[in-house]
């Protein structure tokens, strides 16, 4: 518990410090580009409704709209979410920020948070959160989904930002951890739709874990916290810092499919090869990754958990953006026969190589019968590659330009790129307010 509330800027390094930046960078731009998404709509409309709060309330990201801080903190995490292009963890294989964030935005102006606050109290959560994630991991058989340890990280930040006291704390912490959403990962994966890594549902249970705390409700300890066995995922705290462990995503899609992308853009800007003159495209790659088979895909969730599609627009159009993904209704006739014909395959080598390393191996087959094979290929991003190395500037750019346009864009990157002298109720304006919606009008059932 000392951990959680006294952690201070100072006893924090300077890159530890910069990461966290990095990450609340790369959150917003992915926040923004989720939120022309029709999932944000859905929840955003969703909390407005049904949890608007009677007391405190809290912003929605890119809407302006209010709700209570458990109710903001479910739609902004499905904002952030909607769009798979958020920073993540090899070993929990999933995703902190998503929950953190927002978790930490429920209470920043009631708490009067600096910017340097914000920063001290995401690395808490991210610190919490991941080691729940190896703990959960390491514990349990089946492969849950990030809300199921994100909760934990959730009620942490939210917990030193309410000031609870240590036993308080404690209960806040039982209370996420028995009431998070402990989903099933790979059904998401084989069905795509917008339950994503449940992460939204892992804010709310983290931020009402808390406020049922700090008004006496009791929780049973947290397992992946207290159990003895956990000390090796806890002993640490302060001295190993896994916020380093981040990875941060090129393309906007799930990370098991940026390897073969990565792949399919070096082969054909190396060999400049035209879309016309690929008869398939064949990939070999991790079990995971390989059940990441939709072809066609219908709905931006389909699109971003599938690997013939990205890998079809990477290999026609050179590139992988949002409104790639976010509009797969779009795609061309090209994309669509090499996202059809493309050949995937299990690698057993490299299933046994994940969840520490992620690899494909893609080959283009030509019309006029040459092979052009990348040999096995792993995504810049992971931990040894800085994140500048992403030009992660560039992608907040396009991520966030087509939503508020090119000033505000660039006025907000600005303020993200010296974020530890930046004001933070300005920064916060600017995230709140409403960007260019393009999500389709809801159309909603009879009740």
């Not at 800027?9 to 966290?20: H, L, T, W």
């Not at 390393?357 to 030509?366: I, S």
């Not at 995504?379 to 087509?402: M, N, Q, W």
């Amino acid at each position: 518990m000392d951990f959680v509330h006294d952690l201070a800027a100072a006893d924090v390094p300077a890159q530890v410090i910069e990461r966290a930046r990095c990450c609340l960078l790369d959150l917003v731009g992915v926040a923004a580009a989720g939120s022309a998404t029709r999932l944000s709509r859905v929840v955003r409309d969703h909390a407005v409704e049904n949890h608007g709060g009677a007391g405190r309330v809290t912003r929605l990201l890119f809407d302006g709209r209010t709700a209570s801080p458990s109710g903001a903190a479910l739609a902004n995490a499905a904002t952030i979410d909607a769009i798979d292009g958020h920073d993540g963890h090899r070993i929990t294989k999933g995703h902190a920020g998503a929950a953190v964030l927002p978790a930490a935005l429920a209470f920043a102006e009631e708490a009067a948070l600096t910017t340097a606050d914000l920063l001290t109290s995401l690395v808490v959560g991210y610190e919490v959160a991941n080691r729940a994630g190896m703990a959960l991991h390491a514990s349990a058989a089946d492969y849950h989904s990030s809300g199921a340890w994100n909760a934990l990280g959730a009620a942490a930040v939210a917990a030193r930002l309410l000031r609870l006291d240590h036993a308080a704390t404690e209960h806040a912490l039982g209370i996420a951890e028995y009431h998070a959403p402990r989903a099933p990962m790979m059904r998401c994966i084989d069905h795509p739709t917008m339950v994503k890594d449940s992460s939204a549902w892992g804010a709310h249970a983290g931020v009402s874990a808390v406020l049922l705390a700090a008004d006496g409700f009791t929780g049973a300890p947290a397992s992946l916290l207290t159990t003895a066995d956990q000390d090796g995922f806890f002993g640490d705290l302060g001295h190993r810092w896994t916020i380093l462990e981040q990875y941060f995503k090129p393309f906007p899609v799930c990370r098991w499919t940026h390897p073969a992308v990565h792949a399919v853009i070096g082969l054909v800007e190396t060999h400049d090869v035209a879309p016309e003159d690929i008869a398939r495209i064949e990939v070999a790659t991790f079990h995971e990754a390989s059940r990441l088979a939709t072809r066609l895909p219908a709905t931006t969730e389909q699109a971003q958990y599938s690997l013939p599609f990205p890998v079809a627009v990477a290999a026609v159009h050179r590139r992988l953006d949002p409104d790639d993904v976010a509009h797969p209704e779009r795609l061309d006739a090209q994309v669509s026969r090499l996202a059809t014909t493309l050949q995937l395959r299990e690698s057993m080598d490299m299933t046994a190589a994940f969840p520490a390393r992620r690899v494909a191996d893609v080959t283009l087959v030509l019309t006029d019968g040459t092979t052009l094979s990348a040999g096995p290929t792993e995504t810049p991003g992971d931990p040894g590659s800085e994140p500048t190395d992403l030009r992660l500037d560039e992608k907040f750019i396009r991520s966030v330009a087509p939503r508020t346009g090119e000033t505000r864009a660039r006025r907000m990157l600005g303020l993200l790129s010296d974020a530890e002298r930046c004001h933070l109720p300005e920064l916060l304006a600017e995230v709140y307010a409403p960007g260019m919606d393009s999500s389709p009008p809801l159309t909603r059932r009879a009740r």
